[in-house]
C-alpha cells in the first residue's frame, strides 16, 4: 500500500485555469506539508497543517489554497495559474521524525 | 526561523572515493537532522537521521556527525557507487508533534563516475 500517494501525477493547464492537486496518507500521521520544488530543486516548504489545522503558512500567495478535510488528506487548489507556478509540487506527511513524501505533480502552465 | 545552507552545490567523484557533504543551520532549538535522498523523477526518501542527542550514526556506508556548538552536520558516503548518484538534501527541525516545519537545504547533485 502506498503511504503517501497525490494526484494527478502530470498537469498541464493554460494560464490563467484553477487546479487542484489532491493528497492522501494512510500512515495516521498528524502533520502534512505542501513542498514546491523548481526546475533548481530546491525544495520549498508552502504549507504545514497539523490535525486538520493550518499551522505555517510560509507566506505563499493567496491564490494557494490548502484544504484539510480530515487529517488523513491534504488538497491544494490553486486559483488563475502563472507561468511562475510551474514545479513540482510534494505532498508529505510526518509524526516526529521522518517525512514520508508522496510521488510528486508535475504542474506545468502553459 | 530555520534556515539551513548547504554545500556544495554540485559533487563528482570516482567511484570508490569518498564523498562529503556539509550542512549549517541557524536555530538553536533544531534537534532532527535528516539526509534525504532524490532519484531523478523519484520522490525524496530518507537515508540516514541523527537526533541532537548524539554526535555520529552510522549505517553501513553513510554515516552522520554533528557538531552542535558550531551548528553543522555531514553526509558521508563511502566507497561510492554508481547508484549513489543522486540530488541529496540536508534538513533540520524539532521533534515535535504539532506540524513543526522541515526545513531543507539547497542539496547537492552528487555524481558518480564509473
Known amino acids: 500500500d502506498t503511504a503517501v500517494s497525490q494526484t494527478p501525477k502530470y498537469l498541464v493547464t493554460q494560464m490563467g485555469n484553477d487546479k487542484s492537486i489532491k493528497c492522501e496518507q494512510n500512515?495516521?500521521?498528524?502533520?502534512m506539508y505542501w513542498y514546491k520544488q523548481d526546475s533548481k530543486k530546491f525544495l520549498k516548504i508552502m504549507f504545514s497543517?497539523?490535525?486538520?489545522?493550518?499551522?505555517i503558512n510560509e507566506t505563499v500567495p493567496n491564490r494557494f489554497s490548502p484544504k484539510s478535510p480530515d487529517k488523513a488528506h491534504l488538497n491544494l487548489h490553486i486559483n488563475s495559474l502563472e507561468l511562475g507556478d510551474s514545479a513540482v509540487y510534494f505532498c508529505a506527511s510526518r509524526r516526529g521524525g521522518e517525512a514520508f513524501f508522496g510521488q510528486g505533480t508535475r504542474l506545468t502552465v502553459v | 526561523g530555520e534556515n539551513v545552507e548547504q554545500h556544495p552545490s554540485t559533487l563528482s567523484v570516482q567511484e570508490g572515493d569518498s564523498a562529503v557533504i556539509k550542512c549549517t543551520y541557524s536555530?538553536?532549538?533544531?534537534?532532527?537532522f535528516p539526509w534525504y535522498k532524490q532519484e531523478l523523477g523519484k520522490r525524496p526518501q530518507l537515508i540516514i537521521d541523527i537526533r541532537s542527542n548524539v554526535g555520529e550514526k552510522k549505517d553501513q556506508r553513510i554515516a552522520v556527525t554533528l557538531n552542535k556548538t558550531a551548528k553543522h552536520f555531514s553526509l558521508h558516503i563511502t566507497e561510492t557507487q554508481p547508484e549513489d548518484s543522486a540530488v541529496y538534501f540536508c534538513a533540520a527541525s524539532r521533534w515535535v508533534e504539532y506540524g513543526n516545519k522541515l526545513v531543507f537545504g539547497a542539496g547537492t547533485i552528487l555524481r558518480v563516475k564509473s
Open positions: 500512515l495516521g500521521h498528524d502533520t
Open positions: 536555530d538553536s532549538a533544531s534537534n532532527y
Open positions: 497543517y497539523n490535525n486538520k489545522e493550518l499551522i
